[in-house]
């Protein structure tokens, strides 16, 4: 029992037993001087007396027991509410050591699943490694885009010249030299005095219009145009077609389209080498989306990544082979954060056009891709 319950129930029995008291000594005096305070001699006067003492007695004799009752139940009630407050306390311990374990559990099964996620990444870079050291071995990522450039020059000229209905040599000097090397490097005598414009341009547009297979995108004589040295030529046709391109909604989608059949072209020749690699990058990018640390991860595989094998995925997400999920998984992890706009010769020329950063670039491409698949 608390200290303060004690001296409680002890204020009560004193009070109980000074008007006991109190009363006794009462009924007493009233009795004595009722009889004179004299002792009675007979014994059923005592027997009266003892009655008259008995009444009193027994009530207080009842209070006493009521009051010991009354403190027994107190004293229960106490003992109940200490008991349900200890189980409280259990209780509140218990789930509170409970939710200890879970997070404890919930923390060792997170790492567990990193260590499990860092094991299967590392392995899969290595087979990344393994499957870029195998390509390499034939031919670096170099050599896969080394022509791009060029390619995309003669793209761009060639393209502008089967869409012309009423295709004619130009008026420019400049352009129109370089018209001239073009037929002659397809054996058509631009400088003979006797052949037209006319013939000169009809026969053009009908030899490239001979080499270009259906849906199939190829550029006939490269070689000769790396032999005749006239890049810089080239530049200058090509970026004459671009400039005279009007609306920025449709130059967009014919940009695609030429990095479309060129990735096609590139793909094509090359799907021995490129076909697993593009699928093994695709498996990691995609595991690396599934990651608690997916941010981690992405990082350390873009580093991973040569300047060269950035053109060559930017190609391969606009080609034929691509899809949405892959479009997605390339914006996901950012790939192309780090891809260098100096190597990639399709930016530098719409930069003359638009104004573009290279985000702004690849996020055009990425837009056109959609469009496309709606």
Excluded at 147 to 164: A, P, T
Excluded at 169 to 174: A, F, G, N, V, W
């Amino acid at each position: 029992m608390r200290k303060g319950n004690w001296t409680n129930g002890m204020k009560t029995l004193r009070f109980l037993g000074f008007a006991f008291s109190f009363v006794c000594v009462l009924m007493l005096i009233i009795y004595f001087f009722h009889f004179n305070g004299k002792f009675a001699e007979k014994s059923a006067d005592w027997a009266n007396f003892g009655s008259y003492f008995g009444s009193i007695t027994g009530l207080m004799a009842f209070l006493a027991v009521l009051f010991t009752a009354i403190q027994s139940e107190k004293r229960a009630n106490k003992a109940e509410t200490k008991t349900l407050l200890v189980e409280q306390e259990a209780k509140i311990a218990a789930k509170f050591a409970k939710q200890e374990a879970d997070k404890r559990e919930a923390k060792a099964n997170e790492q567990a699943v990193k260590r499990e996620e860092r094991d299967l990444f590392f392995n899969m870079l290595k087979m990344y490694h393994r499957q870029a050291d195998l390509i390499t071995k034939n031919k670096s990522f170099f050599e896969f885009t080394k022509d791009e450039g060029l390619v995309m020059l003669v793209y761009i000229i060639y393209d502008s010249i089967l869409k012309d209905k009423n295709f004619k040599l130009s008026d420019d000097p400049k352009i129109l030299l370089i018209q001239h090397k073009i037929a002659q490097s397809y054996g058509i005598n631009a400088d003979n005095l006797q052949i037209s414009r006319e013939e000169i341009a009809y026969n053009l547009k009908e030899r490239i219009e001979s080499l270009f297979k259906e849906k199939d995108f190829s550029i006939p004589n490269v070689e000769s145009f790396k032999d005749v040295k006239f890049n810089n030529e080239l530049n200058i046709y090509a970026l004459y077609v671009l400039k005279n391109a009007t609306v920025k909604f449709y130059f967009n989608n014919y940009i695609f389209n030429i990095m479309k059949g060129i990735a096609d072209m590139i793909y094509i020749e090359n799907e021995d080498q490129l076909g697993q690699y593009f699928r093994t990058v695709y498996y990691i990018l995609e595991t690396i989306s599934t990651n608690i640390e997916k941010e981690k991860y992405s990082k350390i595989f873009r580093s991973q990544l040569s300047k060269y094998e950035l053109i060559l995925l930017l190609f391969n997400m606009v080609s034929s082979q691509s899809t949405l999920e892959t479009l997605k998984l390339y914006k996901d992890n950012d790939i192309f954060n780090n891809i260098n706009s100096k190597d990639l010769m399709l930016y530098k020329l719409t930069k003359v056009k638009y104004n573009f950063d290279i985000n702004e670039f690849t996020n055009m491409l990425f837009n056109e891709y959609e469009k496309q698949q709606l």
